[in-house]
Nanobody
Framework: QVQLVESGGGLVQAGGSLRLSCAAS????????MGWYRQAPGKQRELVAT???????NYADSVKGRFTISRDNAKNTVYLQMDSLKPEDTAVYYC??????????????WGQGTQVTVSS
C-alpha cells in the first residue's frame, strides 16, 4: 500500500523559516507530479507548489519568491522550503503525489497533513 508521510511542520514567528518533507513509500511503479497544498480554517484547500518529475515547478502567486519546492526522485521525496513566513501562511499543509502503484493506474495520493502556524 502506498503512503505519503509528511514531516517538518510546527510553530514559527513571522519572518522565520520551515522545511517540510514528504516521502512516498510502498509498492510503486512510477511517480509523476508531486506537490504541496494547504488548507486554512474555514477555507478551501489551495495549491501551494508543484513539481514535475523533470523538475519544472509551479507556485501560487502568494508564495512566489518565498517558498521553494524541490524533490529527490531517488528517494521518492518532495520538499518545501518556506522562508519569510507570514501569519497568513498558517494552515494544514498536505503533500500530494500523482503516482502509479505497482498494481493499478495513476491516481492522486495525499498525505495526512502537517500543521504550520506562523505567529505575528
Amino acid at each position: 500500500q502506498v503512503q505519503l508521510v509528511e514531516s517538518g511542520g510546527g510553530l514559527v514567528q513571522a519572518g522565520g523559516s520551515l522545511r517540510l518533507s514528504c516521502a512516498a513509500s510502498g509498492m510503486m511503479f512510477s511517480i509523476d507530479d508531486m506537490g504541496w497544498y494547504r488548507q486554512a480554517p474555514g477555507k478551501q484547500r489551495e495549491l501551494v507548489a508543484t513539481s514535475t518529475r523533470g523538475g519544472s515547478t509551479n507556485y501560487a502567486d502568494s508564495v512566489k519568491g518565498r517558498f521553494t519546492i524541490s524533490r529527490d526522485n531517488a528517494k521518492n521525496t518532495v520538499y518545501l522550503q518556506m522562508d519569510s513566513l507570514k501569519p497568513e501562511d498558517t494552515a494544514v499543509y498536505y503533500c500530494n503525489a500523482f503516482l502509479r502503484p505497482l498494481v493499478g493506474v495513476f491516481s492522486d495520493y495525499w498525505g495526512q497533513g502537517t500543521q504550520v502556524t506562523v505567529s505575528s
